[in-house]
């Protein structure tokens, strides 16, 4: 009986570098899109996947009660220093979780029906900057 390889060995190049223009991450998302339409990739992807993580509540991911947001469940809670210094935390330790992007200058206030945070989002694959603003309302939507 002669020996076959079922495998074979696939040997990436080291200091592989990010292209522009090609599609890194891929994914896909039936949120907000029309049918047939819900291809994501990159940025839009990285974002989709962020959201999601803050549509979560703590204590609802299976096996892990510790991962979600807890800020839909103090929507209704005054915000003071220690209710703000939660949620700072929080949301700090929700976009560390994705190693994709990168957070600074993380500002929580509250506007007219719920939580608004503020951030400045750097994309560390591409080295791409944008200020970001959720906003968590007592509707229970994110209005990005």
């Known amino acids: 009986m002669s020996e076959k390889s079922?495998?074979?060995r696939t040997v990436l190049p080291a200091n592989q570098n990010f292209v522009p223009g090609t599609?890194?991450?891929k994914g896909m998302?039936?949120?907000?899109?029309?049918p047939g339409?819900?291809?994501?990739?990159?940025?839009s992807l990285i974002k989709q996947d962020l959201i999601n993580h803050f549509y979560i509540r703590q204590g609802e991911k299976?096996?892990?009660?510790?991962?979600?947001?807890?800020?839909?469940?103090?929507?209704?809670?005054p915000l003071d220093e220690t209710t703000k210094t939660a949620v700072l935390a929080n949301v700090t330790e929700i976009i560390?979780?994705?190693?994709?992007?990168?957070?600074?200058?993380?500002i929580v206030s509250q506007?007219?029906?719920?939580?608004?945070?503020?951030?400045?989002?750097?994309?560390?694959?591409?080295n791409i900057s944008e200020a970001l603003q959720f906003r968590f309302d007592q509707d229970n939507s994110i209005l990005t």
Request: with cysteine; net charge negative; charged share 20%.
């Open 6 to 8: 079922l495998y074979t």
């Open 23 to 25: 599609r890194t991450y």
């Open 29 to 34: 998302s039936t949120v907000g899109n029309r």
């Open 37 to 43: 339409e819900t291809a994501l990739f990159d940025l």
């Open 62 to 77: 299976i096996g892990d009660p510790t991962f979600g947001c807890i800020i839909w469940d103090i929507l209704f809670d």
């Open 96 to 106: 560390n979780y994705d190693p994709r992007v990168q957070a600074s200058n993380i």
């Open 111 to 126: 506007y007219e029906t719920g939580l608004q945070i503020e951030c400045e989002l750097t994309y560390l694959p591409y």
